[in-house]
């Protein structure tokens, strides 16, 4: 694997080496030892899943108030992953990110505890896949509007399907 770093400070696009052959390929898509040296501590305890009937789904802006690490990727389809940083000592604070992660690509994303984090799918059927180092508790979810206008990210699309509360997030202050 390599890590590159990207402009939000602590956020890692994680490449896999393809092994490819007449079959198609194999990579490694997460490994504490390669983690590790390069400088992280990521210790996956839950993996989940989320499915996208359609394109142009918004999932986002998310952050966890017990905050979490998590390593992103595209199981199939294609999305652009994005990363808003929220957090108060960060020296890339209020600075956005965004990758399309795809299945062809197998590009992943690592995102340390505290940015806020969203996609928007680019075609139907697509597949995201979330490793995280926390275990999923209720009530600690909190998040932002996906067009919040102290970061006025692009995104490639008005969503076709957002969720209410992902519609009735909060406007961000840098206060």
């Known amino acids: 694997m390599r890590f590159h770093n990207t402009p939000i400070a602590g956020v890692l696009l994680v490449e896999p080496d393809f092994h490819r052959d007449e079959r198609g ?3 490694r898509l997460n490994c504490v030892e390669e983690f590790a040296t390069a400088g992280v501590s990521f210790h996956p305890r839950q993996t989940s899943m989320s499915h996208n009937a359609l394109s142009h789904t918004l999932r986002g802006m998310h952050y966890c108030l017990e905050p979490e690490a998590k ?3 595209c199981a199939r389809g294609r999305a652009l992953d994005v990363v808003f940083d929220i957090r108060s000592a960060s020296p890339s604070r209020g600075v956005s990110f965004s990758i399309e992660l795809s299945a062809d690509n197998g590009l992943g994303l690592f995102i340390p ?4 984090h969203g996609f928007q799918t680019l075609e139907p059927a697509t597949d995201m896949l979330y490793q995280i180092d926390r275990i999923y508790r209720p009530g600690f979810d909190a998040g932002l509007r996906w067009d919040d ?7 490639p699309a008005a969503p076709a399907v957002i969720s209410a509360r992902d519609m009735q997030w909060p406007d961000f202050s840098f206060d």
Do not use: C, D, I, K
């Open 25 to 27: 390929f194999f990579a």
């Open 71 to 73: 390593l992103v990727r």
């Open 113 to 116: 505890a505290g940015p806020a």
């Open 149 to 155: 206008p102290a970061f006025a990210f692009n995104w």
